[in-house]
Antibody
Framework: DVQLVESGGGLVKPGGSLRLSCAAS????????MNWVRQAPGKGLEWVSS????????YYADSVKGRFTISRDNAKNSLYLQINSLTAEDTAVYYC?????WGQGTLVTVSS | EIVMTQSPATLSVSPGERATLSCRAS??????LAWLQQKPGQAPRLLIY???TRATGVPARFSGSGSGIEFTLTISSLQSEDFAVYYC??????????FGQGTKVEIK
């Protein structure tokens, strides 16, 4: 079965940084593009960033461009999101997703 | 960027009644359209993909239709567990997905 497990969320001060991870299993990780999607409290789903199977193509939403960096380690079946210069507007549950499969999410709270 | 627009924002329905949710894309996505269900505190759950194919374990009362830019999710007879928020998602390019703003189905 496809499994995606996020980790790395937490409470961080404005201007701070975090590195989110997503551990994938149950499929050939390098064969699939991966996405990060976030959901602010009480809001809808927002696509954040994508990376192709061998990292040839990378895309970001305008709202995070220049602050977030997506990466992957196919040897470790892992996806990452480095998030820098955090503001309160980045407070959200961050989901790792592979086409039609979703993880359970990790909560990032930005507050002083 | 493909913009997805859902209507209505909120749908008030009595248990046992039919619910019809709409989703429109700003440009054609063929049938690269999924419907997701989300309950409070939970991750989104896949209901429909390919515009009309039910995901594993999804009850037959859920059906999807449409292609191009207009799509519909129909719940034939609402059960108590169906009251939730529903999102449409286009995946014309799996690296550039986008979502509608959601339709909340609430008890009338």
């Amino acid at each position: 079965d496809v499994q995606l497990v996020e980790s790395g969320g937490g409470l961080v001060k404005p201007g701070g940084s975090l590195r989110l991870s997503c551990a994938a299993s149950g499929f050939t990780f390098s064969s699939y593009g991966m996405n990060w999607v976030r959901q602010a409290p009480g809001k809808g789903l927002e696509w954040v960033s994508s990376i192709s199977g061998i990292s040839s193509y990378i895309y970001y939403a305008d709202s995070v461009k220049g602050r977030f960096t997506i990466s992957r380690d196919n040897a470790k079946n892992s996806l990452y999101l480095q998030i820098n210069s955090l503001t309160a507007e980045d407070t959200a549950v961050y989901y790792c997703a592979r086409d039609l499969y979703w993880g359970q999410g990790t909560l990032v709270t930005v507050s002083s | 960027e493909i913009v997805m627009t859902q209507s209505p924002a909120t749908l008030s329905v009595s248990p046992g009644e039919r619910a019809t949710l709409s989703c429109r894309a700003s440009q054609s996505v063929s049938t690269n359209l999924a419907w997701l269900q989300q309950k409070p505190g939970q991750a989104p759950r896949l209901l429909i993909y390919g515009a009309s194919t039910r995901a594993t374990g999804v009850p037959a009362r859920f059906s999807g239709s449409g292609s191009g830019i207009e799509f519909t999710l129909t719940i034939s007879s609402l059960q108590s567990e169906d009251f939730a928020v529903y999102y449409c998602q286009q995946y014309n390019n799996w690296l550039r997905v986008s979502f509608g703003q959601g339709t909340k189905v609430e008890i009338k």
